[in-house]
């Protein structure tokens, strides 16, 4: 790999980490401000059964389209405003299943551009869209962040 090859991915790998960190800063901030509101609730899942079991995929706070393995779901969502974002991870190796599974999903874009997949689609009169990276701290892991906005 030549130097020029090498920058290039160095630079991208740094704007997927400066997104993260800056997703995850205004994650916790957005947690911290809807403790005083109360019509912003957060919730913590173990795993994707969990959060199906306590209601959270019927009610449209956790996306449907999540990847099997997913674990250490989070959560915050306003009531008011009807939005929403979370965090979870996932097994690397559910990627791809994963990306066709989305790609099932009548109206979902899947894109791909490095090792950053984006996924869109609607449900009922809501907007998801998710970013899926790998896990700078475990090599055979995946992140994955979402955000939920009413369609108007």
Do not use: C
Not at 79 to 108: E, I, M
Not at 127 to 144: H, I, N, S, Y
Request: proline residues 5%; without cysteine; hydrophobic residues 45%.
């Amino acid at each position: 790999m030549n130097k020029a090859t090498r920058d290039k991915f160095l630079s991208i790998g740094g704007l997927i980490l400066l997104a993260l960190g800056t997703f995850i800063i205004a994650f916790i901030a957005f947690k911290a401000i809807g403790s005083l509101d109360p019509d912003i609730q957060s919730s913590y899942y173990a795993n994707l059964p969990a959060a199906r079991l306590a209601g959270e995929i019927e009610r449209g706070w956790v996306p449907e389209l999540l990847p099997s393995g997913s674990t250490d779901i989070s959560e915050t969502h306003n009531l008011d405003a009807n939005t929403g974002t979370g965090t979870f991870k996932f097994p690397s190796a559910d990627l791809d299943a994963f990306k066709a599974q989305a790609r099932q999903v009548a109206g979902a874009e899947v894109k791909e551009v490095s090792t950053i997949t984006y996924v869109v689609y609607s449900r009922d009169s809501s907007r998801f869209e998710l970013v899926l990276t790998p896990d700078p701290q475990k090599a055979d892991a995946m992140v994955g962040v979402w955000g939920m906005k009413p369609i108007r």
